[in-house]
């Protein structure tokens, strides 16, 4: 069994935020007798919240990991449905659920993180077969304590410092994780295509591909917007807009702002015209809003499917081409990459632009 001290320089070796939920689930499993560790975070869609199990493990060695950008939303618990989970939440308070007598087996529920932000609330639940003693407490509250100091150090390094969205660099992790996805299935599919017998008027049968999209949004005007209201009305105008994005897309979409008036959306959907969907809707958001001292700003959006063979670069490319599109055809618009190659209007080859995005 690892001591302490080596669990906490696990923590501290990470560089990612999206494992440190895992190995601190692994911690408290090692060093604790318990059976069992939920971390579970709050995510929300619309305005509506729910319950997502990012990663549970069991002291007999099961458990799972959920990846936030593949979860079927509507599947998930509201909050409101499990009042302990949600109480301790909100109180920011350890609670304690003893569900079999006093001195039986319990739940005890803590904060995943010590305050509550937009999109960094969540729960840890510790299943023990007693109560946990004093000494035991203490640890959990010693390796939940490094887990926060790393979490939010990797977090402020990923963060664009005005509007608080991911930045530039934070994009490339979980690009790549997306094109491997895309690989490996796509691969697997093809090699089961290839290998499995089909009988006589039965159709094969592929996976579905992992389907991730990337796309990028550009305020219109910006410039002259910027000239006319100076630089504090600016940014302003870049805080609502990120406003507007967070309350448009889903938690676990990964937004981004990469500088000026340019942001992007990272998200995992199963279907192009549900993609549109996401994005006309943050559209007519900006239509909508009353910008103090502005009135009305639009934007322009472009998206296109990630494929195995791309970069960051190549598919933020495409992405800028349909907003250019889109802004030379009327701004206040939406379109689809693939869409545009399916009316001739681009070709289908990708062509790295001179501005370099890194």
């Known amino acids: 069994m690892a001591s302490l001290i080596e669990h906490l320089i696990k923590l501290t070796d990470h560089r990612d935020r999206d494992l440190l939920e895992l190995t601190l689930s692994r911690a408290l499993i090692d060093l604790l007798p318990i059976q069992r560790v939920v971390m579970v975070r709050v995510v929300s869609e619309e305005g509506i919240k729910r319950w997502l199990e990012i990663a549970s493990l069991d002291a007999r060695g099961g458990g799972k990991v959920i ?5 079927d939303f509507h ?8 009042k302990d989970r949600l109480h301790c939440l909100m109180s920011q308070c350890q609670v304690e659920v003893a569900w079999a007598g006093e001195d039986g087996p319990r739940i005890t ?3 995943l993180f010590n305050d509550t932000r937009h999109d960094d609330e969540g729960v840890v639940e510790v299943h023990s077969g007693a109560a946990l003693n004093h000494e035991q407490q203490l640890i959990i509250g010693a390796v939940l304590h490094v887990f926060r100091n790393m979490y939010n150090l990797l977090a402020y390094s990923d963060r664009d410092a005005l509007t608080g969205l991911l930045n530039r660099k934070s994009l490339d992790d979980t690009f790549y994780s997306a094109v491997l ?3 490996e299935e796509g691969s697997e599919a093809r090699s089961q295509a290839l290998s499995a017998p089909v009988a006589a008027g039965q159709e094969r049968r592929h996976r579905v591909p992992p389907n991730y999209w990337l796309g990028t949004v550009s305020v219109d005007h910006f410039a002259a917007l910027s000239d006319k209201g100076g630089h504090l009305i600016a940014e302003e105008v870049l805080l609502l807009v990120a406003r507007i994005m967070n309350n448009t897309f889903r938690t676990y979409d990964r937004i981004y702002r990469f500088g000026g008036e340019q942001f992007a959306v990272l ?3 199963p279907d192009e015209a ?6 006309e809707r943050f559209r007519a958001n900006m239509e909508k809003f009353n910008f103090p001292q502005i009135g009305r700003v639009t934007a322009c959006a472009g998206f296109t499917r990630i494929t195995p063979d791309d970069s960051p670069s190549t598919a933020l490319e495409r992405a800028e081409r349909v907003v250019d599109y889109a802004q030379h055809h009327g701004f206040n618009k939406v379109f689809s990459h693939a869409d545009l ?3 001739g209007i681009f070709d289908d080859v990708s062509k790295t632009g001179a501005v370099d995005l890194f």
């Not at 990846?67 to 979860?71: S, Y």
């Open 67 to 71: 990846d936030p950008l593949r979860v």
């Open 75 to 82: 599947s998930l618990r509201p909050v409101e449905d499990d």
């Open 109 to 111: 529920y803590l904060p």
């Open 181 to 183: 996805e895309e690989m």
């Open 267 to 269: 998200m995992h959907c």
């Open 274 to 279: 549900l993609v549109l969907a996401a994005f």
């Open 341 to 343: 190659v399916r009316q």
